[in-house]
């Protein structure tokens, strides 16, 4: 089944710098790739997400790259602001594709 | 819409008792599942459903039963809850198939003595 992989589990950033999460995928059938952003005691919500055909999606401060060849994307947060600090989740289908299996998470501090 | 809503919100347990998680969501949305989430694990899923009367078993199933009776619901139940099953449970669902947002329930969180 799919395996993903996530990393940096922390990341500490000053305010206005940029942030960039990685995450790899062993499935290369896979065809979705979302992040959620969970803020303390809420729930995951989706930020961004980017399909197989694309290599490259981006909404406002936030982007996502996607290499297929190397299965492997990444988030890319701009000018981080203190209200970016939260857990950030990778994810990609089961085999199924009727559910997702996530990364580990990335804790990102953000420090005005 | 109300879209995905868990209860209880918080819930204590004694070390083999059974109770039974409820999950709903009035997108009839067709797949729906379950995670768990441990501090530095992430989401791990445990069980997911494609339709009433389909279901399936995830990355961490042990020590958990489901059913999908209708659309709208979906339970998690722990016939003899463990310590190791603390942890705060989210339900999910989505519409389709392929590169549908999936949109979470608000967590229960279970603590098992």
């Known amino acids: 089944g799919e395996n993903v992989e996530q990393h940096p589990s922390t990341l500490s950033v000053q305010e206005g710098d940029s942030a960039v999460i990685k995450c790899t995928y062993s499935?290369?059938?896979?065809?979705?790739f979302p992040w959620y952003k969970q803020e303390l005691g809420k729930r995951p919500q989706l930020i961004i997400d980017?399909?197989?055909?694309?290599g490259e999606k981006k909404d406002q401060r936030i982007a996502v790259t996607l290499n297929k060849t190397a299965k492997h994307f990444s988030l890319h947060i701009t000018e981080t602001q203190p209200e970016d600090s939260a857990v950030y989740f990778c994810?990609?289908?089961?085999?199924?594709?009727?559910?997702?299996?996530f990364g580990k998470g990335t804790t990102l501090s953000v420090s005005s | 819409n109300a879209g995905v809503t868990q209860t209880p919100k918080f819930q204590v347990l004694k070390t083999g008792q059974s109770m039974t998680l409820q999950c709903a969501q009035d997108?009839?949305?067709?797949?729906m599942s379950w995670y768990r989430q441990d501090p530095g694990m992430g989401l791990r899923l445990i069980h997911y459903?494609?339709?009433?009367?389909?279901?399936d078993q995830g990355e961490v199933p042990n020590g958990y039963n489901v059913s999908r009776s209708t659309t709208e619901d979906f339970p998690l139940r722990l016939l003899s809850a463990a310590p190791s099953q603390t942890s705060v449970y989210f339900c999910?669902?989505?519409?389709?198939?392929?590169?549908?947002?999936?949109?979470f329930g608000p967590g229960t969180r279970l603590l098992v003595l």
């Open positions: 999910a669902s989505k519409a389709g198939l392929a590169g549908e947002t999936q949109y």
């Open positions: 499935d290369s059938a896979s065809n979705y």
């Open positions: 980017i399909r197989s055909n694309v």
């Open positions: 994810a990609a289908p089961n085999q199924a594709g009727t559910a997702l299996i």
């Open positions: 997108m009839n949305h067709e797949y």
């Open positions: 459903s494609v339709g009433a009367g389909i279901t």
